[in-house]
């Protein structure tokens, strides 16, 4: 399985790309994670699957760092070949956009900036694979 990350805005700050760029080069044998910037909602909504989407939203369930390896699990084994995670502006998603985003996630009741947010998931992404395969970078 592939991750894809949709996100409205770029990556543009290096201390946070920096970061996100070593937790992507640590999932790339075992989970591949593409970073896709969108100039607005529309585009993001013309780029999305018609399968295996998932919001990234405050009101969307939370997880613990377990739970979120045994949700990765539960996708990789229903065979699917990608998800893809959707990071809005910070205005959020508007009614037409999220009509298209059956799954949300929230990677934590606070609010989130979106370098925050994706380096928040890129880490936990690398630790879910982690707790997968049996690695040591998880110590809870």
């Known amino acids: 399985m592939r991750i894809e990350i949709l996100m409205v805005g770029r990556l543009?700050?290096?201390?946070?790309r920096q970061l996100v760029e070593?937790?992507?080069e640590r999932c790339r044998?075992?989970?591949p994670i593409e970073i896709i910037g969108c100039r607005d909602l529309e585009e993001m909504r013309r780029r999305l699957p018609d399968?295996?989407?998932?919001a990234l939203d405050e009101r969307g369930p939370e997880m613990t760092s377990r739970e979120l390896a045994d949700w990765l699990r539960r996708k990789m084994n229903a065979g699917r070949n990608r998800l893809t995670f959707c990071l809005g502006p910070a205005e959020g998603f508007d009614a037409a956009t999220?009509?298209?985003l059956p799954e949300s996630l929230a990677l934590s009741r606070l609010t989130l900036n979106h370098q925050l947010a994706l380096l928040v998931l890129s880490?936990?992404?690398y630790r879910g694979v982690s707790i997968l395969f049996g690695e040591p970078y998880h110590k809870a």
Request: hydrophobic share 30%.
């Open 12 to 16: 543009a700050e290096k201390p946070y």
């Open 51 to 54: 399968t295996e989407v998932v």
């Open 123 to 125: 880490e936990q992404l």
């Open 22 to 24: 070593q937790y992507r």
């Open 29 to 31: 044998s075992r989970l």
């Open 98 to 100: 999220r009509a298209r």
